[in-house]
């Protein structure tokens, strides 16, 4: 399984961006699919997640109602919709997969992909 996370960009504080992240291999579906991020001198932390049927959600507070979690599994892809940016929502943004996943064991990871918000 590999995965391509793509859609980072630089915007103005109050803009959007929507991040992808393309999937290979087979059994999308099964998979949970999870966004974290990681901003210069701290830790990776988690942003939201979703089931494999994409029923279930879930978001961190600091995200809550401003990002939006969602996957077409035609397209083996997730997204990760982001309005109302905010300066510290700069970070390096990840995608992860994981079977038995939810806020944390993820077997599989992309790249990464760089968002920067100016205020």
């Known amino acids: 399984v590999q995965l391509q996370a793509s859609g980072g960009g630089l915007v103005q504080a109050g803009g959007s961006l929507r991040l992808s992240c393309a999937t290979s291999?087979?059994?999308?579906?099964?998979?949970?699919e999870g966004w974290f991020r990681q901003a210069p001198g701290k830790e990776c932390e988690f942003v939201a997640v979703i089931s494999g049927s994409g029923v279930v959600t879930r978001y961190a507070d600091s995200v809550k109602g401003r990002f939006t979690i969602s996957r077409d599994n035609t397209k083996n892809t997730v997204y990760l919709q982001m309005n109302s940016l905010k300066p510290e929502d700069t970070a390096v943004y990840y995608c992860a997969a994981g079977v038995r996943a939810w806020y944390e064991n993820y077997d599989y990871w992309g790249q990464g992909t760089q968002v920067t918000v100016s205020s």
């Open positions: 291999g087979r059994s999308f579906s099964s998979y949970t």
